[in-house]
């Protein structure tokens, strides 16, 4: 990772997904002197990330400079966002935004064509390093705007381009929202176990070690395909066996997880104007 090389480098929010980039960007080299971070505090006000104080400052700094912008704003303020950032920006900035249902169009109609733009879709799990980001960008990049892009998104996990817009709003569907079903189904676990009779504590930890521990399993054996892995607790005649015929029978939760995805998807879509 060649983090220590970038120069310039602005995030627009600070917010969970914000310091979670700026967390895993200082850890892996960044210089501190090169962050630029704006945020709707005053200027002079400050964070505390990873033991270090990040200066905050404003739109308003006549000294800022961005090799590259990160957005890490909500879709719902986006468009300000974008008319705020162009007396900050030249041709040669390079933007990339995190926003769910932005599109290329809609950022280009606001700061125009020149400007190389990627849409990068992120999880939470950036938080710890563990995160999952998809970047698409509609301009070719030359290989050092490629690497330097990759390389701030590696800081926080795992990395694929894509080379269709089309596709992201159900990558977001899938993997952006994704940690919430999985928090989801954990919820459900406990809150089973309590309706059964376990106490608060016992349900707690049995269901999120159970969470933590099938998810390092497939970590660690990722050649495994995930049936493999669900076949591997399955004993034939056995209670997992019993409970998995209730949730597999007829595709019923399959279905539901469709439509659930469906409807994340569609609501991509109106975020997009779509």
């Given at each position: 990772?060649?983090?220590?090389?970038?120069?310039?480098?602005?995030?627009?929010?600070?917010?969970?997904?914000?310091?979670?980039?700026?967390?895993?960007?200082?850890?892996?080299?960044?210089?501190?002197?090169?962050?630029?971070?704006?945020?709707?505090?005053?200027?002079?006000?400050?964070i505390l990330i990873n033991d270090h104080i990040v200066n905050i400052t404003t739109y308003k700094e006549k000294n800022i400079k961005s090799n590259i912008l990160v957005l890490a704003v909500k879709p719902q303020i986006m468009p300000a966002v974008l008319k705020k950032i162009i007396p900050i920006i030249d041709s040669n900035t390079i933007i990339v935004s995190i926003a769910a249902g932005i599109t290329m169009k809609s950022m280009r109609s606001h700061i125009g064509n020149e400007n190389r733009i990627i849409r990068a879709m992120p999880n939470t799990p950036a938080a710890i390093g563990k995160g999952m980001t998809v970047l698409f960008s509609d301009k070719e990049l030359n290989d050092i705007e490629k690497n330097s892009v990759t390389d701030l998104m590696a800081a926080v996990g795992e990395v694929k381009w894509v080379i269709k817009e089309d596709i992201m709003n159900l990558i977001t569907a899938i993997s952006g929202s994704g940690p919430a079903y999985f928090f989801y189904l954990t919820e459900c676990l406990m809150n089973i176990a309590k309706l059964e009779?376990?106490?608060?504590?016992?349900?707690?930890?049995?269901?999120?070690?159970?969470?933590?521990?099938?998810?390092?399993?497939?970590?660690?054996?990722?050649?495994?395909?995930?049936?493999?892995?669900?076949?591997?607790?399955?004993?034939?005649?056995?209670?997992?066996?019993?409970?998995?015929?209730?949730?597999?029978?007829?595709?019923?939760?399959?279905?539901?997880?469709?439509k659930a995805v469906k409807s994340a998807v569609q609501r991509g879509n109106i975020l997009s104007g779509e």
């Open positions: 990772m060649r983090l220590n090389l970038i120069k310039n480098l602005t995030i627009v929010g600070a917010g969970k997904m914000g310091k979670a980039l700026i967390s895993g960007w200082i850890s892996n080299g960044l210089p501190k002197e090169e962050l630029t971070i704006i945020g709707r505090d005053i200027k002079g006000s400050s009779g376990l106490d608060e504590e016992l349900s707690r930890q049995l269901s999120i070690e159970t969470f933590i521990g099938s998810a390092s399993l497939v970590e660690k054996y990722k050649t495994m395909s995930i049936k493999e892995h669900r076949k591997n607790v399955t004993s034939p005649g056995g209670t997992t066996e019993a409970a998995l015929n209730i949730l597999m029978s007829q595709d019923i939760l399959q279905d539901l997880m469709h």
